[in-house]
């Protein structure tokens, strides 16, 4: 199935999760990340419980001392 992740199109498994995802898109300091699936922000405790949709857009915010990167 395909989703969009921060803008690009990237074809995934079928119950591919938010958790998996940031796996294997590398992301760094997972720690600090906000995620929005179709511009809704996703609970970082439901990551690992979260399926992604064919054609969902996944975006990756970071957050460290309060600020946005």
Do not use: C, H, Q, R
């Not at 992301?27 to 439901?46: A, I, L, R």
Request: charge should be negative.
């Amino acid at each position: 199935m395909t989703v969009v992740v921060a803008g690009v199109k990237k074809e995934v498994e079928a119950g591919t999760t938010i958790a998996k995802l940031i796996v294997d898109e590398k992301v760094e300091n997972p720690d600090y990340v906000t995620v929005t699936v179709n511009d809704d922000f996703v609970d970082s405790d439901v990551f690992d419980k979260t399926e992604l949709k064919d054609g969902d857009a996944v975006e990756f915010l970071y957050f460290m001392g309060g600020g946005a990167f």
